[in-house]
């Protein structure tokens, strides 16, 4: 099977930065999309950044320029690095990824167990 691990949340006051990592592993044969979305409490699960196999980017509005998403694909791993937090980045971060477990089969999404990202002074 397929497992995303995220690992990196945590609290930082306002203005502060972290880095959440997600790594794939399992049986996988090709990563497409990887990406990240987050939900915060009362609202719905939004996408934050995505990117390609080739690198191609994608961001919310809301974070844009501050936020960088990459990814390392010879490890199967999706990086955001978050600069400039702010009180409403404050949500559970998700790690999303479109793969294929072997040759031939279909293209699914997986998502990981999310990761609690607090800002607050």
């Known amino acids: 099977q397929v497992q995303l691990v995220e690992s990196g949340g945590g609290l930082v006051q306002p203005g502060g930065s972290l880095r959440l990592s997600c790594a794939a592993s399992?049986?996988?044969?090709?990563?497409?999309?990887m990406g990240w979305y987050r939900q915060a409490p009362g609202k719905e699960r939004e996408l934050v950044a995505g990117i390609t196999g080739g690198g191609n980017t994608n961001y919310a509005d809301s974070v844009k320029g501050r936020f960088t998403i990459s990814r390392d694909n010879a490890k199967n791993t999706v990086y955001l690095r978050m600069n400039s937090l702010k009180p409403e980045d404050t949500a559970v971060y998700y790690c999303?990824?479109?793969?294929?477990?072997?040759?031939?089969?279909?293209?699914?999404?997986?998502w990981g167990q999310g990761t609690q990202v607090t800002v607050s002074s």
């Open positions: 999303n990824a479109e793969l294929l477990q072997k040759y031939g089969g279909t293209w699914a999404n997986y």
């Open positions: 399992g049986t996988i044969f090709s990563v497409r999309t």
